[in-house]
């Protein structure tokens, strides 16, 4: 399963502040240019540019309740940077901006 998640600024985004806030949350490590988000069955890489960070995730098989349960946390990790960004959480998938707990987004992630 892959999902892409968006955080666009029409300002230039602080990279220093988003790297030092991703680095201060358990499981984020930095991989080359990428900061990784490893939980047990949802993994996400976290793309930084001056204008939008980009959130790539894969997950494996799992039961559903543990998956959403994952991608939950994830969501509130990326609404933090988002909030520091001042800048919307962008669904790909769906085509809209999200909510800190979207539950639609969640459902589409983990069916």
Do not use: C, H, K
């Not at 707990?101 to 983990?110: G, H, K, L, P």
């Amino acid at each position: 399963m892959s999902y892409e998640l968006r955080i666009m600024s029409p300002a230039p985004i602080d990279l220093v502040a988003v790297r030092r806030l991703l680095l201060a949350v358990d499981g984020v490590e930095a991989v080359g240019d990428e900061l990784i988000w490893a939980g047990a069955l949802v993994n996400a890489a976290f793309v930084l540019d001056q204008t939008e960070i980009g959130v790539g995730v894969t997950s494996g098989e799992a039961p559903t309740e543990d998956l959403r349960r994952e991608f939950r946390a994830l969501l509130d990790v990326v609404s933090r940077v988002a909030a520091l960004v001042g800048a919307p959480v962008y669904d790909v998938q769906l085509g809209r901006t999200l909510a800190r707990d979207d539950d639609e987004a969640v459902r589409d992630f983990a069916g």
